[in-house]
């Protein structure tokens, strides 16, 4: 189990600074990325900080 939610946090950072600089798209692996993160955050939901996090790759996401 992952820690506290927080993480989300870095998630999202690392996830929108993609799409600013053009590596992604607003719709990334298939997800909505506003409607994930307004998932994330409202309701805590899990799966799409996971699925974020695993496309991003965990030592990105770390590293902030």
Do not use: H
Request: some cysteine; glycine content about 10%; overall charge negative.
């Amino acid at each position: 189990m992952y820690t506290a939610s927080i993480y989300k946090m870095f998630v999202i950072e690392r996830t929108y600074n993609r799409i600013n600089n053009g590596t992604w798209t607003s719709s990334q692996g298939g997800l909505n990325v506003d409607a994930c993160v307004e998932r994330m955050i409202v309701v805590s939901d899990n799966n799409c900080a996971v699925a974020f996090g695993d496309m991003l790759g965990w030592s990105a996401v770390d590293g902030e």
